[in-house]
């Protein structure tokens, strides 16, 4: 069995009950406030990984509208969410690899 298979499969079965406890969580709307303020690019392009259900998508695009996001996630389930809460955002895009490094502005 794959190591990773048994979280894959957990955040698919919890999709729907994260987006109802987690959709309006406002605890971070301040980091979310300051990074909206800081890109000061029209349009800009951003990659949200491990979107979720498109919680902090839907905020940020409700502050910018502007942005254009990518959302990817390792559940099918929460990429369906995402969609339907953030239409104009693209959270169809799959990929073969991805990596992450954490970057302080």
């Given at each position: 069995?794959?190591?990773?298979?048994?979280?894959?499969?957990?955040?698919?079965?919890?999709?729907?009950?994260?987006?109802?406890?987690?959709?309006?969580?406002?605890?971070?709307?301040?980091?979310?406030?300051?990074?909206?303020?800081?890109?000061?690019?029209?349009?800009?392009?951003?990659?949200?990984?491990?979107?979720?259900?498109?919680?902090?998508?839907?905020?940020?695009?409700?502050?910018?509208?502007d942005f254009i996001i990518d959302g990817i996630d390792i559940s099918?389930?929460?990429?369906?969410?995402?969609?339907?809460?953030?239409?104009t955002a693209d959270c169809d895009k799959t990929y073969d690899f991805?990596?992450?490094?954490?970057?302080?502005?």
């Amino acid at each position: 069995m794959d190591r990773y298979k048994e979280t894959f499969d957990t955040w698919n079965k919890v999709a729907r009950l994260y987006q109802e406890k987690f959709m309006d969580l406002d605890l971070y709307d301040d980091t979310y406030d300051t990074f909206c303020d800081e890109v000061n690019i029209e349009n800009a392009t951003i990659l949200e990984i491990g979107c979720g259900p498109g919680n902090i998508t839907k905020y940020i695009l409700n502050k910018r509208p502007d942005f254009i996001i990518d959302g990817i996630d390792i559940s099918p389930n929460m990429i369906e969410l995402a969609k339907t809460n953030n239409p104009t955002a693209d959270c169809d895009k799959t990929y073969d690899f991805s990596f992450w490094i954490s970057i302080v502005l």
